[in-house]
C-alpha cells in the first residue's frame, strides 16, 4: 500500500507517524521546505522564498503559544515537562522534530519537493493517484503512483484580505499578519488592525510599544475585559476607508497610517486537479465527511480541517480513524450516505446561525466532533480534560491578555486539571 503525504508540519509527522505502524505501508513524506515544522518554523524572510514560491510560515518573532502545552502534545507523545505551560515557538518546533526522530518519520520526507498536481487515475482494481512533484534543488519534475493521499499543507499560509470600500485606494500602507515579524515595522505609525483572533490581539498589544496609536477593529460578541495601553482604543467594524482615514460603523472615524489586517487565512489546495472533486468557496472545503474524507474519492483524506480545535491531539485522532477505515478495522459509508451527512450537517450549522465561512470551526462543537471520529473508528477517545482546558485557557486570553500566559496547568486525570495563577492553586474538572 503506498501512501503520499503532502506537508511535514504537525498534521504530515502525525499521519507519517501511525502510517509507519500498518504492514505492508510505504510512505513518501512530501514537504517544501528545508525541515520539518510547518507553521512552527520562523524565518525573516517575507514574500517569496529562493525558490519563487509563497513563504509558507505565518511565524512572528515573540509569538508564544496561546494554549497550554499540557493540550498541545499528541495523546502518545506530551510535550516535555518544564516550568512554563505557553512556550515559545521555537520550543514548539523542537517538539516536532523529537516527535519525528523518535517515530522514524524524519528518512521517509522529502524536504525540498514541491507538489504540483495531484490527479485521480482509473485502474483496472479502482484507482490511484498520480502525483506530480518537483525537486526544487534540481528542478527535475517526477510522478508516482499512490494508493492514498493524505493531505496536510495546513491553512495559515494563504491571507484572507476582505473586502473594506475603499482598501485598494488607501493612501497608506497595507499589510497582512502573514507577513508580520517585530514590530518595529510600525515605529512611530498610527495603525489600525483589523480582527482580534488570536494574533490579532496579540500583535496589536505588542506593537502598543512602538506606536503613538493602535486602533483595534473587531466585531467580537463579548468585549474582552483585558485592560490596553492608554494609546490601543477598540472599535467595531471598519465600513469604509477615505484618504487617510477609516470610518467605523459606530459613526466614529481614526486618522490612520497602516492597515493591518489580521484576516484569518483561507483553505487552499493549488496542486488539487479539478477531478480530485474538491472546491473551496467561501472557506467551504467541501464534500467532507467527518471534515476529514474527501467523498468522491475516499482514498484521499485530509487531516486538520477544522478550527478552534486542540490541533495536535485531533490530527492524531483524525488519523487514526482514517487509518482504520484502511485497514479494514472499519468501513466508511457510501458516497450517497456521507453526501447526506455533510449536507445534513451544514443545514444544522447553518440553523444554529453559522456561517458558510464558519463550516468547518468546531469550538463547542470539538467534543461532540471527537466522539464522532472515534466511536464510528472504534477507537480511544480524546479526553475531555483537553477541551476544559482550551476552554478555560481561551476565557483567560480574552480578558487578561497581558497575564494570562504565566498560568500554569497540570492534568490529573482524564476529567480533571489543576491550574495555578498569581500564586493561587485550583483543581477544577
Known amino acids: 500500500m503506498r501512501v503520499c503525504v503532502v506537508g511535514a508540519g504537525a498534521a504530515g509527522l502525525c499521519a507519517a507517524r501511525h502510517l509507519l505502524c500498518e504492514p505492508g505501508v510505504t510512505v513518501d513524506v512530501l514537504e517544501q521546505s528545508a525541515q520539518v515544522g510547518g507553521t512552527w518554523v520562523y524565518t525573516e524572510t517575507v514574500g517569496y522564498d529562493d525558490f519563487g514560491l509563497p513563504i509558507h510560515t505565518s511565524m512572528y518573532k515573540s509569538l508564544r503559544t496561546n494554549l497550554p502545552k499540557e493540550i498541545m502534545g499528541f495523546p502518545d507523545f506530551p510535550i516535555p515537562e518544564s516550568d512554563k505551560s505557553y512556550l515559545p515557538a521555537k520550543d514548539m518546533l523542537a517538539f516536532l522534530q523529537l516527535y519525528a526522530d523518535?517515530?522514524?518519520v524524519t528518512p521517509h520526507i522529502k524536504f525540498r519537493h514541491h507538489v504540483q498536481l495531484i490527479i485521480p487515475k482509473p485502474v483496472p482494481s479502482g484507482e490511484v493517484w498520480e502525483v506530480t512533484y518537483k525537486s526544487l534543488e534540481t528542478g527535475v519534475l517526477e510522478t508516482r503512483e499512490y494508493d492514498?493521499?493524505?493531505?496536510?499543507?495546513?491553512h495559515y499560509?494563504?491571507?484572507?484580505?476582505p473586502n473594506i470600500p475603499g482598501l485598494k485606494e488607501f493612501q497608506g500602507d497595507?499589510?497582512?499578519s502573514h507577513d508580520y515579524r517585530v514590530p518595529e515595522v510600525?515605529?512611530?505609525k498610527r495603525v489600525l488592525v483589523v480582527g482580534a483572533g488570536p494574533s490579532g490581539m496579540d500583535i496589536a498589544l505588542e506593537i502598543t510599544a512602538v506606536t503613538p496609536r493602535v486602533v483595534l477593529s473587531h466585531h467580537l460578541q463579548e468585549t474582552p475585559r483585558t485592560v490596553f495601553p492608554d494609546n490601543l482604543v477598540q472599535r467595531p467594524d471598519v465600513e469604509r476607508l477615505e484618504?487617510?482615514?477609516?470610518y467605523f460603523r459606530d459613526g466614529?472615524?481614526?486618522?490612520i497610517d497602516v492597515v493591518f489586517l489580521c484576516t484569518g487565512y483561507l483553505y487552499n489546495f493549488p496542486f488539487l486537479h479539478p477531478s480530485c472533486g474538491i472546491s473551496v468557496q467561501d472557506n467551504c472545503v467541501e464534500p467532507l465527511y467527518k471534515h476529514l474524507v474527501n467523498i468522491r474519492h475516499p482514498t484521499m483524506c485530509f487531516i486538520g480541517v477544522p478550527y478552534y480545535v486542540c490541533a495536535f491531539a485531533m490530527f492524531d485522532l483524525q488519523v487514526r480513524y482514517y487509518v482504520r477505515s484502511m485497514n479494514g478495522t472499519f468501513k466508511l459509508p457510501s458516497e450517497v450516505e456521507m453526501i447526506e451527512h455533510w449536507e445534513s450537517e451544514k443545514q444544522e450549522r447553518a440553523a444554529r446561525g453559522y456561517s458558510r465561512r464558519q463550516a468547518h470551526m468546531m469550538g463547542?462543537?470539538?467534543?461532540?466532533?471527537?466522539?464522532?471520529l472515534a466511536s464510528e473508528a472504534n477507537t480511544k477517545n480524546l479526553p475531555s480534560v483537553i477541551t476544559k482546558i482550551r476552554e478555560e485557557s481561551s476565557i483567560r486570553f480574552l480578558h487578561n491578555l497581558q497575564h494570562y500566559r504565566q498560568d500554569k496547568y497540570k492534568i490529573i486525570d482524564d476529567d480533571t486539571y489543576e491550574i495555578i495563577s498569581n500564586g493561587k492553586r485550583e483543581i477544577l474538572c
Open 174 to 176: 497595507v499589510m497582512h
Open 157 to 161: 499560509n494563504t491571507p484572507f484580505i
Open 364 to 372: 463547542p462543537d470539538q467534543e461532540r466532533y471527537y466522539a464522532s
Open 186 to 188: 510600525f515605529a512611530g
Open 102 to 104: 523518535k517515530h522514524d
Open 148 to 154: 492514498y493521499v493524505f493531505v496536510c499543507n495546513g
Open 243 to 246: 484618504g487617510g482615514r477609516a
Open 252 to 255: 466614529t472615524e481614526e486618522e
